[in-house]
């Protein structure tokens, strides 16, 4: 139990590092931009993030169960993954060059905040080929990297008293480019010299058994997650995110120990499970649960503690408190379901389960898309958040059903002497 606390704690210092920076930058920025021109940068965040849900969903989540740990088997596989890989974050790089054109960014900045997106799409895909080839002291150290760059880019943007976006996310393009260091020339080399269009090719069967059904899983959740951020601001503007942004704001460290203790169980589990060591395996889902609501806990009495002590340390006065109060309950509520249901998530991701997954997170993101679009017509803005809450709680539910339905499964195909408890 020790031990694992540990691991858990070294897993999460250099992600929790790393969003705390962006935290930081993000309320710079908060403070020094107008509603509309913060909306953008939160929308171009939020598009960032959920790019790095695609590099989930087409590579991390397959990898460890494409990745044997036999060279000779692994190398073509390996190549085809580094080939798909650099050649969609190029794509994403065009992506985001236009998205900050039609968000009416400075023309230097979409660029700038385009590298950014295509290298730390880049990144994650490092640090889960680490995480399966069991070198997870290489994801550590890029993340502890990255942190350290970034908050020096955070002091600058501070010092200069910078009044635009581009030296935020010039420090962002920074922090992700030098954070690739730790993987080593090796992997380097492999990533950007030995690629080819011949070795994507093999994509198809990786996309066939695996990713075809984890994309559309991640491309549901975001829907279901984040409708608001599309709907709203298609039809009410950036100006009008801003202030749910900010409130997210408080939410931020929850979904950073998530995503890092997601990234550094999912392996894990996965290795239990080809083993046959199922208890193992749900033992780690559990602790992995524990450890969430713990995480989660703390955000609250944290987030709460400041909203009635401090509220002028983050927020600027233009941004009305009573909004941002009901919003921020909102988020913590979101977090709150999202952290009971993550663990049994990530359990059937381990197991290869992408169709399940895919199944609940389609039903969750029609009833978030339809409850999002109606509480905004209805209340407005700050009330799409209630369809988030109950898209997120239809995923829970059938998630939870899913696990016990792959659970039941498993337990009549294993010995009696050795079923899971």
């Not at 540990?6 to 993000?26: I, M």
């Not at 990234?263 to 450890?291: K, N, S, V, Y």
């Not at 703390?298 to 400041?306: C, G, N, Q």
């Not at 059937?348 to 978030?368: E, K, N």
């Amino acid at each position: 139990m020790v031990a694992r606390t540990v691991r858990y704690g070294l897993a999460s210092v250099g992600p929790v590092g790393s969003a705390g920076a962006q935290f930081v930058l993000s309320v710079q920025l908060l403070h020094v931009l107008d509603p509309g021109a913060f909306g953008a940068f939160s929308f171009l965040l939020v598009a960032s993030q959920f790019s790095l849900g695609l590099w989930s969903a087409l590579f991390c989540a397959p990898m460890p169960i494409l990745l044997s740990g036999d060279e000779a088997r692994d190398g073509p596989m390996r190549r085809c993954l580094m080939s798909t890989n650099l050649w969609l974050a190029i794509f994403a790089f065009a992506v985001f060059a236009v998205l900050g054109v039609l968000l009416h960014a400075d023309p230097a900045a979409s660029l700038l905040f385009a590298a950014y997106a295509m290298a730390m799409l880049l990144r994650w895909f490092a640090r889960a080929y680490a995480y399966a080839t069991g070198r997870p002291w290489r994801t550590m150290t890029s993340d502890i990297i990255y942190t350290i760059v970034l908050l020096a880019g955070v002091g600058l943007v501070a010092v200069t008293h910078a009044s635009s976006a581009a030296p935020a996310y010039a420090s962002l393009l920074t922090g992700a480019a030098l954070s690739l260091a730790p993987f080593g020339p090796r992997y380097l080399k492999q990533q950007f010299g030995e690629v080819s269009l011949k070795a994507s090719a093999a994509y198809a069967r990786v996309w066939r058994e695996h990713s075809g059904w984890s994309l559309t899983g991640v491309l549901t959740t975001e829907a279901t997650a984040n409708a608001h951020a599309y709907i709203v601001t298609l039809i009410s503007g950036a100006t009008a995110f801003a202030p749910l942004a900010a409130s997210a704001l408080l939410m931020r460290p929850i979904s950073v120990v998530t995503n890092a203790l997601t990234e550094f169980e999912r392996p894990q589990m996965a290795r239990q499970l080809a083993q046959d060591h199922g208890r193992e395996a749900l033992a780690t889902m559990r602790f992995f649960r524990i450890m969430l609501i713990v995480a989660w806990t703390a955000t609250v009495v944290a987030a709460l503690a400041l909203m009635r002590y401090g509220p002028g340390l983050l927020f600027p006065t233009r941004y009305d408190r009573s909004y941002l109060m009901i919003g921020t309950l909102l988020w913590l509520a979101i977090a709150g379901v999202r952290t009971v249901r993550t663990a049994e998530s990530v359990l059937l991701q381990a197991a290869g389960q992408f169709r399940p997954l895919a199944h609940a997170s389609m039903i969750s993101c029609g009833v978030s898309l339809i409850g999002v679009l109606a509480l905004l017509l209805l209340g407005g803005p700050l009330y799409s958040l209630v369809g988030v809450l109950l898209g997120e709680a239809v995923f829970a539910l059938w998630i939870w059903r899913e696990t016990a339905r792959w659970r039941s499964g498993t337990e009549q195909t294993v010995a009696p002497a050795e079923l899971p408890s």
